[in-house]
């Protein structure tokens, strides 16, 4: 389970939790994510092939094991900031999970948070 300490991060600061991994779970990676989604839309008749993109901002390892591992990720201060508009949305996401070596990494958890402008507290 992915605890965020904060609902909302201001740009240029780091987001901060903790994993508690689930019994059986071998979780090792935190990945610090941001996913552009365009909403299916209908443009005079055609629709649109609704798009979604994903950018890996920053990793950290977390100690495997049963126990709680904390984390820290920076957001760049450039952003993007979170959107949820009508055309398109910015989500971002701790990601958790395993990443080993040459194989494919497995998402375990995500946990979404917002981005926003200004300056907040560390």
Known sequence: MITIRQAEVAAGNSVRGSVTPDAGT??????LVWRL?????????????????????????????PAEAAFELAIPEGGPLSHDGKLFQIIWEVVVGTESGSSKNEVVEYAP?????????P
Do not use: M, Q, S
């Not at 071998?26 to 990945?31: K, Q, T, Y």
């Not at 909403?39 to 977390?62: H, M, Q, S």
């Open 113 to 121: 948070f917002k981005v926003v402008a200004g300056a907040a507290p």
């Open 26 to 31: 071998n979780v090792n990676a935190a990945w």
């Open 37 to 65: 989604k365009t909403v299916y839309r209908n443009f005079g008749g055609e629709f649109a092939k609704p798009i979604e993109d994903y950018t890996v901002v920053a990793k950290c390892p977390l100690k495997a094991g």
